[in-house]
Every structure is written in structure tokens, then in C-alpha cells.
């Protein structure tokens, strides 16, 4: 038997996807998987779309002038991840080296279906709150009362009331 290198647990966070495992995971997209984008395709005109997939892959592909574009991240279920540009079909020819893209890989057909299903994409909900528009909880004040011996026991009392808005978050209020 040949002397094997046995890979470190060290490395397995620094090891990459390959375009094989991503074409397999979009391939399921098309069978029908679940996934949410981040935001409509139409708010997109030149810019990315991000998915998470039912599955744990997370996927960021690129949309071009209203076009499906190439696939530029992605992040496989275990934290491994892909790119744009990291793999190529021979590094050894150097600058002549073609860059393997997953949506590439797809058959013209799939790439279509894909698209057709990224322009019907479901989004992540929106939040409850504007993003500038804070939702204040309340203040703790600790309530410090002396036991046996030197031991100290500590209690929060929480008061103050939900306030919604910027200018009353940082606002102290009475009991």
C-alpha cells in the first residue's frame, strides 16, 4: 500500500466546494427544493441574489442587466466554500485556464428553468420594524441584597415599558 497523506482536522475548514457539488445542489433547486432569496428579482437590474436553500447551501448569483449571470459565492452546508474564480479546469496553463462556474455547468434549458424560478423567488420576510427605528425592552437595574456571611445575592428587576422608535430608545424611564 502506498504511503497516504492523512489530511489535518486543521484543513478541512480551509478546503473549497467544488463546481460539481454546487451544480448538484442547484440541480435540486430545480427539482423543486425550498429556498428563499433576499430580495426580489425585480428590484435587481444589474446586482446579486442571494439564497439560502432548505438543504444549508447559501448561494449568491449574479443577475445582469435582467439576465441570469454567473454564480459568484457559495457556502455548502458544513461551512465549506466556493469563489467565483477559485477553480479553474487547469491551473497549469496559467492565464489560459477557463474558470469552472456551476450555473455554466447547468444545461441551456436548466439555466432557463432556474431563471423562470429566480423570477418567481419567495423573499426572506421583511423585518417588524424599520431598520432605523429601534425597539427599546426596558432597563435593568440590579437589585443587590446582602446574604449569610459575605456571600452576595444579585436579582434584576427589570422596568420600563416597550417603546418603538429612535428618539425613545435611549430615553430612561420611570417605574
Known amino acids: 500500500m502506498p504511503w497516504q497523506w492523512l489530511a489535518s482536522p486543521a484543513l478541512h475548514p480551509l478546503s473549497r466546494c467544488c463546481a460539481a457539488e454546487i451544480q448538484q445542489a442547484l440541480r435540486a433547486l430545480l427539482a423543486g427544493e425550498a429556498f428563499l432569496a433576499d430580495r ?9 441574489m442571494r439564497l439560502d436553500l432548505a438543504s444549508g447551501w447559501q448561494l449568491e448569483i449574479a443577475i445582469e442587466r435582467d439576465q441570469l449571470g454567473a454564480l459568484h459565492w457559495a457556502q455548502a452546508p458544513d461551512g465549506r466554500d466556493w469563489v467565483y474564480g477559485c477553480q479553474r479546469d487547469d491551473w497549469t496553463l496559467g ?33 417588524l420594524f424599520p431598520p432605523d427605528q429601534a425597539v427599546f425592552c426596558g432597563l ?36
Open 40 to 48: 426580489p428579482w425585480s428590484e435587481i437590474w444589474w446586482g446579486r
Open 95 to 127: 492565464p489560459d485556464s477557463r474558470i469552472v462556474e456551476p450555473v455554466a455547468l447547468l444545461e441551456p434549458e436548466q439555466r432557463l428553468q432556474l431563471e423562470r424560478l429566480l423570477r418567481q423567488a419567495i423573499c426572506w420576510p421583511a423585518p
Open 140 to 175: 435593568v437595574e440590579p437589585e443587590v441584597r446582602r446574604g449569610k456571611g459575605r456571600q452576595w445575592r444579585q436579582r434584576a428587576r427589570a422596568h420600563g415599558r416597550w417603546h418603538h422608535g429612535a428618539a425613545d430608545s435611549n430615553r430612561q424611564q420611570k417605574p
